[in-house]
């Protein structure tokens, strides 16, 4: 879990002078802070669309698993013959009939003909989520339905990870795409704290903190909420300096 806390002390350059420019209260300041502080989180956690996902999704699972569609793709073949064969063989599903001719082939004997097994993708993504298979093609011929259930389920999960921030986003007012609808987030609001008022928000979802530590996701955040802080503040000051007829 990563949990970020938006506090008169992490941000208190920024968060103070803002909130003494636009004279606000400090804990209405805290909680609408940490509501965009959220959402940007949310912003920069990869996928960027639902579709985007997905097609992540298909390209990494397609490292370790041929499907039949993504075989025919991927290898052309200039004796037509042996093309048809294989296709036919492919429709047929005879693992023996497929070894034997990859086997004999310079460019399929790098083909694994061997039974479907989730652990095998499982065991080949980083710290990130991400595939970097090395090993040949597994290519289940025999199982091409469970491994279309198993990329059906993998796709459920596109978003998980951004929805934790989305449902933080949510929890202090704001709204998200409803493909980000899980509840993967939690808020911890004390911005109504007379002393030291402070809203602590948190991703639950376990891998994110691979996906922070490749694309530095919280520290940009923070960065960026600091420098739009700054900016408001500046707005402020000229609006006020405005109005009273000093510039």
């Known amino acids: 879990m990563i949990a970020v806390s938006v506090e008169t002390a ?22 609408e802070q940490a509501k965009l502080l959220a959402k940007r989180l949310s912003d920069l956690t990869p996928p960027q669309s639902k579709a985007q996902g997905t097609k992540r999704v ?30 036919d063989e492919i429709r047929k599903g005879d693992d023996e009939a497929l070894r034997e001719i990859f086997l004999r082939s310079q460019r399929l ?25 090395k090993s040949p093609y597994s290519f289940p011929v025999s199982q091409q339905a469970q491994l279309k259930a198993y990329i059906d389920r993998k796709k459920k999960n596109v978003g998980i990870a951004k929805s934790g921030w989305a449902s933080c986003y949510k929890a202090l007012g704001g709204s998200a795409a409803a493909w980000l609808s899980r509840e993967t987030g ?11 008022p402070y809203v602590t928000i ?15 996701i919280v520290s940009r955040a923070l960065e960026g ?23």
């Open 10 to 31: 992490a941000f208190s350059d920024a968060l103070l002078r803002y909130q003494a420019y636009t004279g606000q209260e400090l804990g209405t300041v805290v909680k």
């Open 58 to 87: 298909d390209i990494d699972i397609g490292r370790v698993y041929l499907r039949n569609q993504w075989f025919e793709n991927i290898f052309s073949f200039k004796n037509q013959k042996l093309g048809d064969r294989i296709k």
């Open 109 to 133: 004997n790098k083909l694994h003909l061997e039974s479907f097994d989730p652990a095998r993708h499982k065991a080949a993504r980083d710290s990130k989520g991400r595939v970097n298979y």
């Open 186 to 196: 939690s808020v911890e609001n004390h911005s109504d704290e007379k002393e030291n």
């Open 202 to 216: 948190a991703n639950r979802v376990a891998y994110f903190g691979g996906l922070d530590e490749k694309q530095r």
């Open 225 to 247: 909420r600091a420098r739009d802080m700054i900016k408001g503040a500046q707005h402020a000051l000229e609006r006020a300096q405005r109005a009273a007829g000093i510039v």
